[in-house]
């Protein structure tokens, strides 16, 4: 107990107060349930805290050893969690199949890794630690399900109620036999333990006759097995737990009511956006990539800045005032991009990469930056500091490079382009970023109107079309 207060004292000293506050009170006073796993926006919606420092402030806590926190492999079809890691460099570049979902999915990190914290056994033992004393749908809701699907409690009973034919808990080597009515709908055996699924297509005349089936669970189980075609009636279900663990064979019947159950979906917290976000780029440096890894990402809006003649400043100013100025203009640019939900990938000299989830959020932070050297500048009565901001959006590859966590790819290669083509404090944009709604409605609220041109960047086979923003 004493390490855990002198942890939550670290944590009051290196996170925002009120979110340390509120994340004692959920160790100290939360249900088993509410420490597995946490979804840390929903958190911040419910406790009206700000996500960026909540997720700052569950990162220094991991840290600091009072959570555990991993990254699932979510199936995009059901939600359920397809594999837990406890690093990123255990994920896996080949297919992870869903046995409910009978698919295969990449393990992309814009919305199929989920990051989670789970509150760590030294600090307080939850059901969680121990899954497999936990009750069947417990199992279901707070292992096999990520914790973007949206569970009502009154709804998930009523609708197990509707969903269900049968479960059961089958001890390791032990056997069991299910007594099923089969309905004249799509029937899956799904187990979640070893995601293994039997799919049945009920269908034809009715019968009275028993109809038999057997499922065995093994050590190494094949995901889902051929469908087969039964007849509405009685089913007996023989079942043999091989797998050395204790499964829960269950028997859902795949219609409306099962959609219902698991298509209500939240925000959560996504490996993209822990890859964009300041503090874990500082706090985990070594949950990084390993130098092999190479993680496909679908959309990521990057901003380029370059600092204007910064030679020729030197020259003009002397060493002492232009290194100064140049460090104070590096204060502003990584503290706005901080606050507007963007991380620094690297400094180059005097220029900045920088990654953002949304276009919008590099948007606010590009106006941001301009009027901050346009402030630093009337601080001193000069128009010294210059800033040539390029921002572009598309797919890229998370990678290691000089063992620094990086991005590659041509939509980086345009983004630095397009930020050397400014020539003057003008911002220069892509297609992709202007074409986002809410891109034209800080534009309009800035009343900035674009300027578009074509333009030859440099490597780049075609002319793209740019937009300037005066």
């Not at 919606?45 to 600091?64: K, P």
């Amino acid at each position: 107990m004493s390490e855990t207060k002198a942890q939550f004292s670290l944590l009051k000293q290196t996170a925002d107060p009120a979110v340390a506050d509120a994340i004692q009170r959920l160790v100290e006073n939360g249900e088993d349930h509410e420490l597995n796993r946490i979804n840390l926006l929903d958190f911040a919606t419910r406790t009206g805290l700000d996500e960026e420092r909540v997720i700052s402030g569950f990162l220094h806590a991991s840290r600091l050893g009072l959570f555990d926190l991993t990254w699932n492999v979510l199936c995009p079809g059901c939600g359920g969690v397809l594999d837990a890691h406890a690093t990123l460099k255990s994920l896996r570049p080949d297919d992870y199949h869903c046995g409910l979902c009978a698919c295969g999915y990449e393990a992309s990190v814009d919305e199929q890794v989920e990051v989670a914290f789970t509150v760590s056994p030294r600090v307080r033992r939850i059901a969680a630690h121990d899954p497999n004393t936990l009750p069947l749908w417990e199992y279901f809701k707070q292992v096999f399900w990520s914790s973007g699907v949206d569970f009502n409690k009154e709804s998930f009973a009523t609708l197990t109620d509707e969903v269900v034919l049968d479960a059961l808990e089958l001890p390791a080597g032990e056997k069991a036999v299910m007594s099923l009515q089969l309905p004249p709908q799509f029937i899956i055996v799904f187990e979640p333990v070893t995601h293994t699924a039997q799919f049945i297509d009920v269908q034809g005349e009715p019968t009275r006759e028993r109809q038999q089936l057997q499922l065995i669970y093994n050590k190494t189980p094949q995901p889902t097995g051929a469908t087969v075609t039964l007849r509405p009636g009685p089913l007996r279900l023989a079942l043999d737990n091989q797998a050395g663990v204790r499964v829960l064979p269950s028997v859902f019947i795949a219609a409306e009511g099962l959609h219902h159950l698991i298509g209500k979906r939240k925000p959560f917290l996504t490996a993209k956006r822990m890859l964009t976000n300041q503090t874990f780029r500082d706090v985990f440096k070594a949950d990084n990539l390993n130098i092999d890894q190479r993680l496909k990402i679908t959309s990521l809006t990057f901003l380029f800045t370059d600092l204007k003649g910064s030679t020729a400043l030197y020259e003009r100013v002397g060493d002492l005032v232009a290194f100064d100025l140049v460090r104070a203009h590096f204060h502003a640019l990584l503290e706005i991009i901080s606050s507007e939900k963007g991380a620094v990938v690297k400094t180059i000299g005097d220029a900045v990469m920088a990654t953002f989830i949304r276009p919008e959020h590099a948007i606010v932070a590009g106006l941001r930056m301009r009027a901050a050297m346009d402030a630093l500048n009337a601080e001193r009565g000069t128009d010294d500091l210059v800033v040539k901001i390029g921002i572009h959006e598309g797919p890229c590859l998370a990678v290691m490079l000089n063992e620094r966590q990086d991005y590659f790819g041509q939509t980086v290669n345009i983004a630095a382009r397009v930020q050397g083509l400014s020539t003057s404090r003008a911002i220069h944009i892509t297609g992709p970023v202007i074409d986002v709604p809410a891109v034209a409605a800080i534009l309009d609220e800035a009343d900035i109107a674009p300027i578009q041109k074509q333009a030859a960047l440099r490597g780049i086979a075609d002319k793209i079309v740019v937009y300037e923003l005066p």
